[in-house]
């Protein structure tokens, strides 16, 4: 079936690094949205890439997806304490539902 | 946005026995879901759920062992039936809003014992 992988599993950083997690699809997607969880929390949603070569800004964070529409990127320049916690992908597959890829662990060291 | 409320924010029950989780969305919405997700693990879809329908389940989840209502388009509930403590885990309930972003319960963490 469909899936979303998603790379690294987690990945440590010194305060102030940069940091980027990976998703690719199996199957081309029609969309890709991010979300943020923090630790003992629920995802929350951070942004949606629709077109083919999109690349969104929010502040720190820019969001890219492929030309194909298979694979999406999220970049973090100069990481901040406040940054810790799981990111993930998840794939719209053109239906009503998405497809979480498995999430980035990020752990920021002061 | 939609908030959706969702209890019990956690509870620990005994093998054999039901938990019922319940989500209240702040306004209508056509399709509720429900996620389990391990600890340190991505979300895994249960099933979806929509208002006057029976729900439908992905591979692996069955009705029998998780009965889902929706019995109007603010409300759902999913039971979780003869528990065993391979159930442990937090159940997210979450809603969208016509195919763009999802609005995610504070979720339920499940210990079963």
């Known amino acids: 079936g469909q899936q979303v992988m998603q790379i690294p599993q987690y990945q440590h950083v010194q305060e102030g690094e940069d940091f980027t997690t990976y998703c690719n699809s199996s199957t081309t997607l029609s969309n890709i949205q991010w979300y943020k969880q923090r630790p003992g929390g629920h995802p929350v949603f951070l942004i949606q890439?629709?077109?083919?070569?999109e690349v969104k800004k929010q502040k720190r964070l820019t969001f890219q997806f492929g030309e194909a529409k298979k694979n999406s990127s999220l970049h973090i320049t100069a990481t901040q304490t406040t940054d810790v916690g799981t990111y993930f992908c998840?794939?719209?597959?053109?239906?009503?539902?998405?497809?979480f890829g498995a999430g980035t662990r990020l752990f920021v060291k002061a | 946005s939609a908030v959706i409320s969702q209890k019990p924010s956690r509870d620990i029950c005994q093998r054999g026995t039901s938990l019922t989780i319940q989500c209240q969305v702040d306004?209508?919405?056509?399709?509720m879901f429900w996620y389990r997700q391990q600890p340190g693990q991505s979300l895994t879809l249960i099933a979806t759920a929509n208002q006057g329908s029976e729900a439908t389940y992905e591979s692996g989840f069955v009705i029998d062992k998780f009965p889902i209502s929706r019995p109007n388009l603010t409300f759902s509930t999913l039971t979780v039936s003869n528990m065993s403590p391979e159930d442990s885990s937090i159940y997210l309930c979450s809603t969208d809003r016509g195919n763009t972003e999802a609005f995610f319960g504070q979720g339920t963490r499940l210990t079963v014992v």
């Open positions: 890439l629709v077109k083919s070569g």
């Open positions: 998840a794939g719209g597959t053109g239906g009503f539902k998405t497809i």
């Open positions: 306004s209508q919405v056509t399709m």
